[in-house]
């Protein structure tokens, strides 16, 4: 019995670890067939304060922290190159029209059903640099009507 023990710590410490900032509602856009980039959505609340600084997932080649806002009358986006503020406390929502993670130069289409992994590195305040392995299920929004007529069939709860 005794040696389970310092198994049982690592893994009260690695929960420890993740207490900082938690994620919940995360999302992927699924895409169609030649789309190259989609957006990961999710609401991320920092316990302590920190910035969203970097992200990557399998599915893509390249992933980045955008936003997106009215520029004049046109739709801009762009990079968060220093990455993107969580006040703490605070929940910041990653929403289609506002922040977002960029997932470009996709490796295959998403359908709904499917689930990305998507990682996210928070910066604490005190620099400590935070690792969160999500896992997150594609949604058909906003898609073609063939591409919602196939979405019917597999519904699920969302
Ligand atoms: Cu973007």
Known sequence: MKQLIPVLTLALAA?????????KDG?????????KATGAFAQI???????????????AGVVEIHEMRMS?????????TDGLELPAGKTVELKPGGYHVMLMDLKQPLKAGDTVPLTLVVEG??????T???QLPVKALGGMPQQQQQQQGQHKGH
Do not use: C, N
């Open 45 to 59: 609340t920092s316990a302590q304060g920190g910035r969203l600084v970097s992200a990557a997932s399998p599915v």
């Open 72 to 80: 004049g009358s046109t739709m801009q986006m762009r990079a968060l």
């Open 125 to 130: 305040a005190d620099k400590k640099r935070e």
């Open 15 to 23: 929960l420890g670890a993740h207490a900082q900032t938690t994620v």
């Open 132 to 134: 969160l392995q999500l």
């Open 27 to 35: 999302w992927v856009r699924g895409t169609v067939p030649q789309q």
